[in-house]
């Protein structure tokens, strides 16, 4: 009995040291993503602020930042990744879709239609963007290694009451001065008759994309509210059933 018990204990010691090893590492490893990302959109902004202070327009802006833009914006796939394995408990469909309609208005919107970029919109969608996304990988960071200031737990918390609306008006604005030359070039669209037999007319679907923003808008906003009641002011919140 006593052998049998003795081993038990050694078993359960065995595994509660696999789950610590497991939970550091992981740590460390969101950890270094979070620096990462921090750092990148960080050089971004950076490289924003130099590109306007030296030309004095933001005609250029934004083939002067693509390719930076396109590799840590592509890089945060690694979230939905992050919620699939379990690392982080947040929803994959909510961060899927929210990493993907980032990735959808950088690489088939602002990045295919050259006409567009330099448009005051996606200055304005960027400069959310890059405030949001400093905020927010920071404010991670510091979470993570046990030291968060209330200054960026404010931020957090805050920023996104103005900030949010302003990207996506930010993005709206881009997506609509895209349609004209979508509709003229044919982009993306594939006609009948084809071998395929199936027709796709991507000027409709980004009337579809802007369209899916009314419902979609309001739900993340307010879910973001309560978020911000329940960590500032301590709230307890009740989800209503659907």
């Given at each position: ?122 200055v304005l969608f960027l400069v959310v963007w890059t405030v949001t996304e400093i905020t927010r990988y920071s404010f991670y960071t510091f ?100």
């Amino acid at each position: 009995m006593a052998s049998g018990e003795e081993d038990g204990s050694l078993d359960e010691k065995e595994n509660n040291n696999k789950k610590r090893i497991r939970s550091a590492l992981a740590t460390a490893w969101l950890t270094f993503y979070n620096i990462t990302m921090t750092a990148g959109w960080l050089v971004l902004a950076v490289a924003m602020a130099k590109f306007y202070i030296q030309r004095g327009t933001h005609k250029g802006l934004y083939r002067n930042i693509s390719k930076t833009l396109k590799f840590f914006q592509t890089f945060a796939l690694l979230e939905v990744v992050h919620c699939a394995v379990g690392l982080v408990r947040t929803s994959v469909i909510v961060t899927g879709v929210q990493v993907s309609s980032r990735i959808f208005m950088v690489w088939f919107v602002t990045n295919s239609i050259r006409q567009i970029q330099n448009e005051e919109s996606v200055v304005l969608f960027l400069v959310v963007w890059t405030v949001t996304e400093i905020t927010r990988y920071s404010f991670y960071t510091f979470s993570l290694i046990n030291h968060l200031p209330y200054f960026i737990k404010w931020a957090r918390y805050n920023m996104f009451i103005v900030m949010y609306p302003l990207g996506v008006i930010g993005e709206l604005m881009t997506i609509y001065s895209a349609l004209p030359y979508v509709q003229r070039s044919g982009m993306f669209s594939l006609r009948l008759p084809n071998k395929y037999n199936v027709s796709f007319d991507y000027y409709i679907f980004l009337i579809i994309i802007m369209l899916s923003y009314i419902p979609l808008f309001p739900q993340l906003y307010f879910h973001m509210l309560r978020q911000r009641r329940r960590v500032l002011h301590g709230e307890v919140i009740v989800e209503k059933d659907d």
